[in-house]
């Protein structure tokens, strides 16, 4: 009997359909190998429709996500015609938020013949994960104006960080560290020399929660040395934990030394619930509608998705896939592929009807 997975789609915006379409070829061809049975329903969120009729989540949609489907696949939010943030807000972080996904999973690894701006760094050099909280911080929104518009305007944003938030990410980041079964390190990125109310409280549960993981080494840096290090020697990395902005900064980076947005996909997680997946580069409108875009991002974030619903066989299988594609590209970038978008996909597909 096959197994049956819900998956909620939001294809988004500009190049997010073409992207999306291209994984759910390869997952079509998956199921067809393993006992697998996908059910697609496209959410239809995004920038065309709140310029139609101004909903950016549905009533009721959230409660149906959390009821009724195991993951959520996602394309590219951003469109040239709503301001910036009202998008993002509206629907990224509001899925975030009120899905409790508290876990951001960023994979940084370089695969083999993927071009690194990184001199003399390789493969073995470039592999690790950072952990990042996503559901507090300097991302709550909290804060405000006084006597905005005047010269005497006072700005305040106020970073959020709750003890059993910093807690339950860190232990998710020690449980990872010793699944993954590498180097066995988990490194805390923060800044406590100058955050001394926020840093300290991630610090302290960090030094407790070791406690009951003796067997995973602990490192701590700040996080400016943090991103010197990642361009210096990212080879001593294995796991890393951070805090939802510096997260967002550092991956960042992790995805230009693993060879850029073309390939850079995350996870943002509820464990043991409804989890989204998704390529980290963004709707790349100029590019929408053209069949130049690179899906293979898109394509990572799939097999990462496979990997949270337990289908290792089949998630093994589609990363075999990307990593014998990816050789074949010229470039990673937009155009430079020297295939089509949908080439890209077919690509991916064949190798896998040829070898599943």
């Known amino acids: 009997m096959s197994r049956i997975y819900r998956i909620a789609l939001i294809p988004g915006d500009g190049t997010g359909p ?22 697609f329903k496209d959410l239809g969120l995004g920038g065309d429709r709140y310029l139609k009729d101004g909903i950016l989540v549905p009533e009721g949609l959230i409660e149906d996500l959390k009821n009724n489907y195991d993951a959520i696949y996602l394309g590219a939010i951003g469109h040239p015609d709503v301001k910036p943030g009202i998008l993002e807000r509206g629907i ?54 006084l006597n905005k518009g005047s010269n005497d305007e006072v700005a305040i944003q106020e970073s959020i960080n709750t003890k ?15 699944k993954r079964n590498k180097k066995k390190l988990l490194t805390l ?8 109310y926020e840093s300290d409280l991630w610090l302290r549960v960090f030094e407790e929660i070791s406690n009951d993981y003796p067997d995973i080494n602990t490192n701590y840096q700040h996080v400016d040395a943090l991103c010197m290090w990642m361009i210096k020697n990212p080879e001593q990395f294995d796991v890393i934990v951070t805090n939802n902005m510096f997260g967002d900064i550092i991956t960042d980076i992790g995805a230009i030394i693993q060879g850029g947005l073309g390939i850079a996909a995350g996870g943002n997680i509820n464990p043991g619930k409804i989890a989204m997946f998704e390529p980290i580069g963004g709707s790349a409108p100029k590019y929408a509608r053209q069949n130049k875009i690179n899906p293979l991002a898109a394509i990572c974030a799939a097999q990462m998705m496979l990997e949270y619903l337990n ?10 896939a990307i990593k014998d594609v990816v050789k074949r590209l010229d470039s990673l ?13 077919d690509m991916v597909v064949e190798y896998i009807k040829e070898n599943g």
């Not at 990125?189 to 001394?196: F, I, Y």
Request: charged share 30%; hydrophobic share 40%; with cysteine.
């Open 189 to 196: 990125c923060a800044k406590t020399n100058v955050l001394n």
């Open 18 to 39: 073409e992207v999306i379409a291209e994984g759910l070829k390869t997952l079509n061809a998956l199921s067809k190998i393993y006992r697998i049975k996908f059910e």
């Open 92 to 145: 990224l972080l509001r899925l975030r938020f009120d899905l409790d996904l508290y876990i951001n999973l960023r994979p940084v690894i370089l695969l083999p013949g993927v071009y690194t701006p990184l001199r003399d760094k390789g493969p073995s050099d470039i592999d690790f994960v950072v952990v990042r909280e996503n559901t507090e911080g300097m991302y709550v929104g909290a804060g405000g104006f």
């Open 164 to 178: 059993k938030g910093v807690e339950r990410c860190i232990r998710y980041a020690f449980e990872y560290c010793k």
């Open 311 to 320: 289908e290792d066989n089949a998630a093994k299988l589609l990363m075999d």
């Open 333 to 345: 970038e937009a155009g430079r592929m020297g295939y089509t978008t949908t080439e890209v996909g």
